[in-house]
């Protein structure tokens, strides 16, 4: 069985603070992939970034940066000098290519919020 | 290309009624997936659907709800004689053949309201 675990129901920050989201996963898969979505007030999702299991170079996007590390199982976020749009509900999810291909695994979500 | 269409975008329905929510997906894409969002938790798959098949239903609730993705026209999720506990966000994803693990796109979302 899949399980995605997001540790953080709720973080509140002040705008230009650095911050981490949490997320644990478990498969028993060797071919996985893991995603990072997020969702603003107005309900839709956004996808932010996918990353397969055999990859595990850190990435960076502007102010977003991704730290994948099969040993610990993990895939944090982190968003830089946040700001009062980063504010939103953030879902960590994976699928694996052995367990029925599209069926992702989402995480209860970490809500943001991000003060001015 | 237009992204995945769900409508209707608002949904509200009495109690013992039924509900129709309908997912048109990306040009191209022959594999819907539907999620549904309970308040405050994160997205629960439900079902995976090829044109005309259903691949996957496992996380579809055993009565009243029925999903199919006909030849032609849009993927339907019908919820019969529903509760206030179908009251959720459900979201639709579609992909095209051979890359829905890696590849998901979702469209905006119907949210449903059981009064």
């Known amino acids: 069985a899949q399980k995605v675990t997001q540790a953080q129901t709720e973080i509140s920050v002040v705008e230009k603070e650095d911050v981490t989201l949490d997320c644990v996963y478990e498969?028993?898969?060797?071919?996985?992939?893991l995603f990072w979505y997020k969702q603003p007030p107005s309900g839709e999702l956004v996808f932010l970034i996918r990353?397969?299991?055999?990859?595990?170079q850190n990435e960076i996007s502007g102010r977003y940066s991704w730290n994948f590390q099969k040993s610990t199982s993990s895939f944090n976020f982190t968003i830089t000098a946040s700001q009062v749009v980063d504010s939103a509900v953030y879902f960590c999810?994976?699928?694996?290519?052995?367990?029925?291909?599209?069926?992702?695994?989402f995480g209860d979500g970490t809500t943001l919020t991000v003060k001015p | 290309n237009a992204g995945v269409m769900q409508n209707p975008r608002h949904l509200v329905r009495r109690r013992g009624q039924e509900a129709r929510l309908r997912c048109s997906p990306m040009?191209?894409?022959?594999?819907v997936y539907w999620y549904r969002q309970l308040p405050e938790e994160g997205l629960k798959f439900m079902v995976y659907?090829?044109?005309?098949?259903?691949?996957?239903e496992s996380g579809m609730p055993k009565e009243r709800f029925s999903a199919e993705f006909p030849k032609e026209g849009p993927s339907i999720l019908r919820i019969q004689q529903v509760v206030r506990g179908d009251s959720a966000a459900y979201f639709c994803?579609?992909?095209?053949?051979?890359?829905?693990?890696?590849?998901?796109?979702f469209g905006p979302g119907t949210r449903l309201t059981v009064t």
């Open positions: 994803a579609s992909s095209p053949p051979g890359t829905g693990v890696y590849e998901q796109y």
């Open positions: 498969t028993r898969d060797t071919t996985y992939y």
């Open positions: 990353r397969n299991s055999f990859d595990e």
């Open positions: 999810a994976l699928s694996s290519l052995n367990t029925n291909a599209g069926k992702s695994t």
């Open positions: 040009k191209g894409h022959s594999h």
């Open positions: 659907l090829q044109k005309e098949n259903i691949i996957d």
